[in-house]
Nanobody, 122 residues
């Protein structure tokens, strides 16, 4: 069984910073893409940033220059450094990963974390 566990959310003032972490655990053979999505109240879930196993990154236009995604392949962990936070960044942030599990066949499957709340408010 695979789990993605996020941490690092919370309440921060506009202009502040937060760092989210997400660790994948279980019978993991390989991880390809890891990413962060967010969902604000009344809105659809959207991609924030993603990173491949070789370090290639992709960002939503709204966070470019403010957020940085990184990963530690030795720890099966992905990070999201969020700087210059704005009220519109308020959302539940979800970790996402494409994983190949031991004994799980030859195809990567997609997994989600449970989400962590980020609130940007004065």
């Amino acid at each position: 069984q695979v789990q993605l566990v996020e941490s690092g959310g919370g309440l921060v003032q506009p202009g502040g910073s937060l760092r989210l972490s997400c660790t994948a655990s279980g019978s993991i053979f390989s991880i390809s893409v890891m990413g962060w999505y967010r969902q604000a109240p009344g809105k659809e879930r959207e991609l924030v940033a993603a990173i491949t196993s070789d370090g290639s990154t992709n960002y939503a236009d709204s966070v470019k220059g403010r957020f940085t995604i990184s990963r530690d392949n030795t720890k099966n962990t992905v990070y999201l450094q969020m700087n210059s936070l704005k009220p519109e960044d308020t959302a539940v942030y979800y970790c996402n990963a494409d994983l190949l599990t031991l004994g799980g066949g030859q195809y990567y499957k997609n997994y989600w974390g449970q989400g962590t709340q980020v609130t940007v408010s004065s």
